[in-house]
């Protein structure tokens, strides 16, 4: 059976949608695992955060055809909700999906890869939006595999203003 579901963050009423085929994780009702999500249940208390499900099915495909059409362009854009993707893919796929899979297996892989080759692609508008949202640089380039100074240049390159005590927000 699959379920689309939505957590629902009960201080803040943001949302977040998504599939799965396990209601129960590790004996607890298993509460979603987006990025965004994850460090928002880490700040505010798993205990804030209630779950809906939405539709059930034995077809997967249909599930995440639903998901698609509930997380579309316009809802990742939308602040009230922690979905970081488009529906209808499940996975980690937008963290990864520019790298070269030779080096996956290395823990530096990405911070190397990164110092290296100035041309590495990050979804700045997601970056942007984790920053507005109260997330740290710090935070946001654990998120993406990348230090947190390449963080604070794509949000200078955005023209975010940074946060009091960041170095790059410094005149020089």
């Given at each position: 059976m699959?379920?689309?579901?939505?957590?629902?963050?009960?201080?803040?009423?943001?949302?977040?949608?998504?599939?799965?085929?396990?209601?129960?994780?590790?004996?607890?009702?298993?509460m979603?695992?987006?990025?965004?999500?994850?460090?928002?249940?880490?700040?505010?208390?798993?205990?804030?955060?209630?779950?809906?499900?939405?539709?059930?099915t034995e077809?997967?495909?249909?599930?995440y055809?639903?998901?698609s059409e509930?997380?579309?362009?316009?809802a990742?854009?939308?602040?009230?909700?922690y979905?970081?993707?488009?529906?209808g893919?499940?996975g980690?796929?937008?963290?990864?999906?520019?790298?070269?899979?030779?080096?996956?297996?290395?823990?530096?892989?990405?911070?190397?890869f990164?110092k290296?080759?100035?041309?590495?692609e990050?979804?700045e508008?997601?970056?942007?939006?984790?920053?507005?949202?109260?997330?740290?640089?710090?935070?946001?380039?654990?998120?993406?595999g990348?230090e947190?100074?390449?963080?604070?240049?794509?949000?200078?390159?955005n023209?975010?203003?940074?946060?009091k005590?960041?170095?790059?927000?410094?005149?020089?």
């Amino acid at each position: 059976m699959y379920y689309v579901y939505e957590i629902t963050n009960n201080i803040n009423n943001r949302t977040y949608t998504g599939v799965t085929s396990c209601l129960i994780q590790n004996g607890k009702p298993y509460m979603g695992s987006g990025t965004a999500l994850r460090l928002a249940k880490e700040k505010y208390g798993i205990e804030n955060f209630s779950r809906k499900i939405l539709f059930e099915t034995e077809c997967e495909e249909l599930a995440y055809f639903i998901e698609s059409e509930m997380v579309d362009s316009k809802a990742v854009d939308d602040r009230t909700n922690y979905n970081l993707n488009e529906g209808g893919k499940g996975g980690w796929g937008y963290v990864n999906r520019n790298i070269d899979k030779s080096g996956q297996k290395n823990g530096m892989y990405r911070k190397n890869f990164e110092k290296h080759h100035n041309w590495i692609e990050l979804p700045e508008g997601e970056i942007v939006q984790l920053y507005h949202d109260g997330y740290s640089s710090t935070q946001i380039g654990e998120m993406f595999g990348v230090e947190k100074k390449t963080i604070l240049r794509r949000l200078k390159k955005n023209g975010i203003e940074l946060r009091k005590g960041s170095p790059y927000s410094r005149k020089k």
